[in-house]
């Protein structure tokens, strides 16, 4: 993101979906692979915003409403 930056580009994530299978292994959680998890889904969502990501796209607004909420 940094070089995106660097170059004058925004840098948008495409898509962020809170099914465990989507999620990384890290933040899933034991309720399998097609079993939604809000709680993993904002914190993948809020480590890209710490990071400087610039926009998201989301099968979920509400949830990336609650990750955004959370700065």
């Not at 993993?40 to 998201?56: A, H, P, V, W």
């Amino acid at each position: 993101m940094d070089d995106a930056h660097a170059a004058g580009l925004l840098v948008h994530a495409y898509t962020c979906r809170p099914e465990n299978y989507f999620l990384p292994r890290q933040l899933r959680n034991a309720d399998g692979d097609g079993a939604r998890n809000v709680a993993g889904s904002i914190t993948e969502i809020r480590r890209y915003l710490d990071m400087g990501l610039d926009g998201f796209f989301t099968d979920d607004p509400a949830i990336g409403r609650m990750a955004v909420n959370q700065c």
